[in-house]
């Protein structure tokens, strides 16, 4: 295989992060091949064309523990396997707008790539190891490191504080190299022609197209927020009085001693018992220790229901320097 371009440039740089928005990444691989839980390709494709901003990830738990572990986990891989891993960046030689950061790349062109993932993710991988989608996830990543440095052979190592670790071989075939390129090539056409890839009404952002469309929804979103203030302060002005409130019905108890009702200044007042409810959860777990009670109770599960919720945005998702209508279509690259 041909082999890469070395770029001489500082990971998490500004001139880094430049150079990665001029092309498809490793990191976008996954999401372009729908492996990604946490993008979709339409939102890949409307931060590469500037549509919506980029979300910040710099206070994300996961990256921060990567970003504070990936030396010491470089250093353990180079004594593993006595080699020098060196984080380069570098281009495809087949298509130098497919590009790559590695982790670490030894005397050979083989890339190591490194993850921390959090403990359920762990989890996860340790009972389903290569079948995992997060395994899966990051396979595709370290396959398109490897179609960029033109070697067939990596490793995808995931570490633990504990210096614990799951280290996995990675290896390329000449068709899913074909397959990275074929589909990272499709959607760079897409984001050149400004042409969005489909959008899927379960994961993707409603955004209002310019003109009227736009000018409703943002005329309705001041006025929600300028109630939800009214609100806030309305609720604010109710807790105040809720809680002298229940000063002044404590103080007319105290007065009526052992009296079970009263009805004196406008203000009547009845005290009375009530039976506690039932811990039917408890019941069942002494009585029936030998049944599942999250299969057993799923049975009686009522049929889903849709609900909607409404916070205030601090971030603005939509980049306003290129408002312009583009009209979702079906795209073919996966």
Request: aromatic letters at 10%; glycine letters at 6%.
């Amino acid at each position: 295989m041909p082999k890469m371009t070395v770029v001489d440039l500082n990971q998490r740089s500004e001139e880094w992060l430049k150079w990665r928005s001029l092309g498809i990444t490793a990191t976008d691989i996954p999401v372009i091949l729908g492996l990604s839980p946490y993008k979709t390709p339409w939102q890949l494709w409307a931060e590469k064309i500037g549509r919506i901003n980029p979300p910040d990830l710099s206070g994300n738990p996961n990256i921060q523990r990567g970003v504070k572990l990936e030396d010491e986990a470089r250093q353990i891989a180079e004594a593993r396997y006595g080699e020098i891993l060196l984080p380069v960046c570098g281009e495809c030689a087949r298509w130098d707008v497919l590009r790559a950061s590695f982790d670490g790349i030894d005397s050979n062109n083989l890339p190591y790539e490194f993850k921390a993932p959090s403990k359920s993710v762990w989890d996860e991988l340790e009972t389903k190891g290569i079948e995992s989608a997060t395994f899966k996830l990051y396979e595709a990543q370290v396959q398109t490191q490897l179609t960029v440095a033109g070697t067939s052979v990596g490793r995808l190592i995931f570490y633990r504080e504990d210096g614990s670790d799951q280290d996995f071989e990675i290896r390329l075939t000449p068709e899913r190299e074909n397959q990275i390129l074929e589909a990272a090539k499709q959607f760079w056409e897409l984001v050149q022609t400004k042409t969005p890839p489909e959008l899927d009404p379960e994961r993707d952002w409603y955004i209002p197209e310019g003109g009227k469309e736009k000018f409703k929804w943002e005329a309705h979103a001041d006025a929600w927020r300028t109630q939800q203030e009214q609100i806030k302060s309305l609720k604010d002005r109710l807790k105040v009085l809720e809680k002298d409130q229940r000063d002044v019905q404590k103080a007319m108890i105290n007065m009526m001693g052992p009296f079970r009702h009263a009805d004196v200044g406008g203000v009547k007042v009845t005290r009375f018992e009530k039976s506690g409810s039932v811990d039917y959860l408890k019941y069942l777990k002494e009585n029936f220790p030998e049944v599942d009670l999250n299969t057993e109770l799923e049975n009686y599960r009522k049929p889903v229901r849709e609900e909607v919720r409404f916070t205030r945005s601090e971030d603005e998702l939509v980049n306003r320097d290129l408002d312009e209508v583009i009209t979702p279509v079906k795209a073919a690259y996966f």
